[in-house]
């Protein structure tokens, strides 16, 4: 079984929809749970964080963490063209120094 | 303030050759983490360096090493290239103390093995 798992089938979805990503993962230890949006060409940008389970919302975008299922999701509401991209959970512990990521969901939000 | 900044941006070479990628990290930012992404993948821990030295390792052999210099920027370098090794190649800077949501990524180097 993979530490974390992210369905990384394409979802394409029209301007305005809410879009509903989400991983599952393995390993209790993890701490820290966050979400990437990466564009084409470009590295990985840090879009949001949670420390705990429950839910985080900044703007448009909600993180949810539910520890006891292993489980986080990333919503987006009111969906832009500019959100197309490819978003990747990742998950990390304290103390240690690498980011266990997810394989990524490519987003394509249509006008 | 000036992000991550990586070197070349594209690169092409051949299986068995040597290869050194460069990255300049986020002014304030004290520790290099370096990560490999397969096409369709999520990037894979390669190794972090802090206070010039190795701070972690990732599942990578050792033909995969780093340098850390004193102005915190830093290299990898992969050695006896295997066309497994063509991957997107990404260094990630931070300040140690921050926690890993501290972490600021580079565009990457394009590493094609032939």
């Known amino acids: 079984q993979k530490e974390v798992e992210q369905d990384p089938g394409p979802l394409s979805v029209p301007e305005g929809a809410i879009v509903s990503l989400n991983c599952t993962y393995s390993?209790?230890?993890?701490?820290?749970f966050m979400w990437y949006r990466q564009y084409s060409r470009k590295g990985p940008e840090l879009l949001m964080y949670?420390?705990?389970?429950g839910n985080k919302e900044d703007g448009r975008f909600t993180a949810q963490v539910d520890k006891s299922s292993k489980y986080i999701s990333l919503f987006i509401r009111d969906s832009q063209p500019s959100d197309s991209a490819t978003y990747l959970c990742?998950?990390?512990?304290?103390?240690?120094?690498?980011?266990?990521f997810g394989k990524g969901n490519q987003v394509v939000v249509i006008p | 303030e000036t992000g991550v900044t990586q070197s070349p941006t594209h690169l092409i070479k051949t299986r068995g050759q040597q290869v050194t990628l460069r990255c300049s990290s986020q002014?304030?930012?004290?520790?290099v983490s370096w990560y490999q992404q397969a096409l369709g993948q999520g990037p894979q821990f390669i190794f972090q360096?802090?206070?010039?030295?190795?701070?972690g390792r990732g599942n990578f052999p050792p033909r995969f090493s780093g340098l850390q210099f004193p102005n915190y920027s830093s290299e990898l370098n992969v050695n006896a290239l295997e066309l497994d090794d063509s991957a997107l190649y990404l260094c990630?800077?931070?300040?140690?103390?921050?926690?890993?949501?501290?972490?600021?990524f580079g565009s990457g180097t394009r590493l094609t093995v032939v």
């Open positions: 990630a800077s931070s300040f140690k103390g921050t926690g890993n949501y501290g972490y600021t």
């Open positions: 390993n209790s230890a993890f701490q820290y």
């Open positions: 949670t420390y705990s389970s």
């Open positions: 990742a998950l990390g512990t304290e103390g240690n120094n690498r980011l266990a």
């Open positions: 002014s304030g930012h004290n520790t």
């Open positions: 360096y802090y206070r010039e030295e190795e701070n």
